[in-house]
């Protein structure tokens, strides 16, 4: 079939694009850069003023009154959680983490990983109010982490990305719960019940069977998100309890799925005549009862997942980034790299990330509870600890939760970016060095 001009070169190249591991990455980057270099030109002042512009939702007395970037970090950052969600909930049931033996090394790692930048961060800040921001180098960017892991293809095992992914995951969890525990505001006992016969209707639909994706986000949404968003717990907890809530069970199993796809195939094909098989009214009535038994044959949890992980990938985090990144620096700002906010940030990232992954999965081995992933060897686990300190997109966002003085924000803000760039650099080209070493 020949391509039209706006295929080859658009639509194509930019699925082609989207389609790519390190893209999201990448898109990231931009959208930082974009930002620091919006908030550092004559646009300055509209690029701040435009994240503090109100947006109004509701109805005669109950109203939603929420900055723009208030409904970009409470809102739209929804959606990436409730895929961190799902993303969790795959892992326990099917992934690395699904049991004991391969959950726990990177159990351990990630709660290392945790620990030692918090104690780090706390060691700089510990008896001043920036204290609050202890769970600011907590977690690791997987998008960011993955995405280097991909650029150097199969330089590096496929074992050591699923570890690594792992991590990310453990550390995501950690980080969802200590927002949940630490950074909520005046909790309303009322609409905390409600939340939970929200959460309860979620559950209770799934033991029965239920498997409308339509169902499952109109009660997340409208009754679990918009009850936790009102009752002082931060609204993103919403978003991974309504994942945690999906089904992931099948109508249709596979064996049946495929035997009914080889008989369809087969009716299809008895008709050799290629311009009468496409108008053949019996052959659309099979593709189309094709594609509901192939949507019958995928689970909830994975229909979700797969129409919300591009939305998420390239709209929602490239515009959390650049809402959110965009520090203006001045003669002051250079002084700020020895503030104990930006040098806790900064260790706790590199240097605490990586102590706490290699010290505790050198722990587990050194006892011999649990042994290396196949293929992977100790240089390998040095450069995921480097990896490991790229917080950019949860470090962020706990930033804005534990700060809400400018000046903090932005030493907060230095150290985030730089700590990320840092890290990315060394962990990248320490794994491309270890591959060529072989």
């Not at 620990?115 to 060691?123: D, E």
């Not at 949507?295 to 909830?300: D, L, Y």
């Not at 940030?345 to 505790?360: A, D, N, P, T, Y």
């Amino acid at each position: 079939m020949r391509k039209s001009p706006l295929d080859q070169y658009l639509v194509l190249p930019i699925k082609k694009f989207i389609e790519k591991q390190t893209s999201v990455g990448i898109l990231l980057i931009f959208a930082a850069l974009l930002a620091m270099l919006v908030a550092n030109s004559p646009l300055s002042e509209a690029y701040h003023s435009l994240w503090e512009q109100h947006i109004h939702i509701g109805i005669n007395d109950f109203v939603i009154n929420k900055s723009i970037l208030h409904w970009i970090n409470d809102g739209l950052m929804s959606m990436f959680f409730f895929l961190i969600g799902l993303e969790i909930k795959k892992e326990i049931l099917h992934g690395e983490l699904s049991t004991f033996r391969g959950a726990l090394l990177p159990l351990t790692a990630g709660i290392g990983g945790m620990m030692m930048p918090a104690i780090i961060f706390s060691l700089f800040n510990s008896g001043t109010p920036a204290i609050e921001g202890w769970g600011i180098p907590m977690a690791t960017d997987i998008a960011f982490a993955l995405g280097l892991l991909y650029l150097l293809g199969d330089k590096v095992p496929l074992s050591l990305k699923i570890f690594l992914t792992a991590i990310a995951v453990i550390d995501d969890l950690g980080a969802v719960l200590i927002i949940a525990l630490f950074y909520t505001s005046d909790i309303s006992l009322l609409n905390l019940g409600i939340a939970a016969v929200f959460l309860s209707i979620l559950v209770f639909a799934n033991y029965i069977g239920v498997r409308n994706t339509i169902f499952y986000m109109i009660v997340g949404i409208g009754g679990l998100w918009l009850a936790i968003l009102l009752s002082g717990v931060h609204a993103t907890i919403a978003a991974v309890l309504a994942a945690l809530a999906i089904p992931n069970s099948r109508t249709v199993d596979p064996p049946l799925f495929l035997r009914k796809v080889k008989l369809w195939a087969f009716k299809i094909n008895k008709n050799e005549d290629p311009e009468l098989t496409s108008s053949n009214e019996d052959t659309g009535m099979i593709i189309e009862k094709f594609a509901l038994l192939t949507k019958e044959a995928t689970p909830p949890l994975q229909r979700l997942e797969n129409g919300l992980t591009n939305f998420v990938n390239f709209v929602v985090l490239p515009l959390f980034a650049f809402a959110n990144a965009g520090v203006t620096i001045n003669a002051d700002s250079f002084g700020f790299f020895l503030s104990p906010i930006t040098l806790g940030i900064i260790l706790g990232l590199i240097i605490g990330k990586f102590c706490g992954i290699v010290f505790f999965t050198r722990l587990l081995c050194a006892i011999k509870i649990c042994k290396l992933p196949k293929g992977v060897t100790w240089k390998h686990i040095y450069g995921v600890g480097c990896l490991g300190g790229i917080g950019f997109t949860m470090s962020l966002f706990i930033t804005e939760l534990a700060f809400d003085k400018p000046e903090m924000l932005t030493q907060a803000k230095i150290g985030i970016l730089t700590a990320s760039i840092l890290a990315g650099i060394i962990g990248y080209n320490y794994l491309n060095w270890v591959s060529k070493r072989k």
